[in-house]
């Protein structure tokens, strides 16, 4: 069965400074991922997502993510931080057990906060 | 183009009713997908539909259902509603049902039981 893992609740980070938020996968054959940001009172939001080709994906504000298929990981980051990056941020992988099904299986959310 | 709009955007109930929430998606996409987030479980998929067929559904009682009309324009409900069904339903759509197309969610329903 596909699986996300987001193995930090929190990062905090300085503005300024880069950010990494952490997400590994388990899938059976290649993966489709995604990253959505949610702000409170919020619909979730999509920054970007992977399905095939260059293991670095430039997404939405600035975002970027890197596919590492040796470690499972899809790790979303930004060169310079900005306290309104300050969010909930979900990573996500599209369940291929059913072909052409929109389900996503969504990691359990990593809140950015970011300081002045 | 408007966003994926979502209705009510809150509702209070007691235990034991009944609720319908709609979902209109943005124009042109055919596939809607409900999920219930919760502190405690997170993101749950509920269900999905397109051309006004379910295409696959989460693990979710039967009080849980949903539709999709012809338009497009979801809804679901919840009937004998229980404290725990207590939760933020996010509607989803995409243009198609492929593995490779994003979801844009709306604002969600907040919706809370007494």
């Known amino acids: 069965a596909q699986s996300v893992a987001q193995p930090e609740d929190q990062v905090n980070v300085a503005e300024g400074n880069p950010l990494t938020v952490k997400c590994t996968y388990s899938?059976?054959?290649?993966?489709?991922l995604f990253w959505y940001v949610q702000y409170p009172n919020r619909g979730l939001q999509f920054l970007l997502k992977?399905?095939?080709?260059?293991?670095l994906v430039k997404g939405s504000y600035g975002f970027e993510a890197e596919f590492n298929k040796s470690q499972t990981s899809f790790h979303l980051k930004k060169p310079s931080a900005l306290v309104s990056d300050s969010a909930l941020y979900f990573c996500a992988v599209r369940d291929k057990g059913t072909s052409n099904t929109g389900k996503l299986i969504f990691g359990q959310g990593t809140t950015l906060q970011v300081k002045p | 183009k408007a966003g994926v709009t979502q209705t009510p955007r809150y509702l209070i109930k007691t235990r034991g009713q009944q609720v319908t929430l709609s979902c209109s998606p943005i124009?042109?996409?055919?596939?809607v997908s409900w999920y219930q987030q919760t502190p405690g479980q997170g993101l749950q998929f509920l269900f999905e539909y397109f051309s006004e067929t379910q295409r696959n559904k989460g693990n979710f009682p039967g009080r849980f259902s949903g539709r999709q009309f012809s338009n497009s324009r979801s809804e679901m409900n919840v009937s004998t509603l229980e404290l725990g069904d207590s939760a933020l339903y996010l509607c989803?759509?995409?243009?198609?049902?492929?593995?490779?197309?994003?979801?844009?969610f709306g604002p969600g329903t907040r919706l809370t039981v007494l």
């Open positions: 992977y399905i095939t080709g260059d293991n």
């Open positions: 989803a759509s995409s243009f198609l049902a492929g593995d490779y197309n994003e979801q844009f």
């Open positions: 899938v059976s054959g290649n993966p489709y």
């Open positions: 124009s042109g996409h055919r596939s």
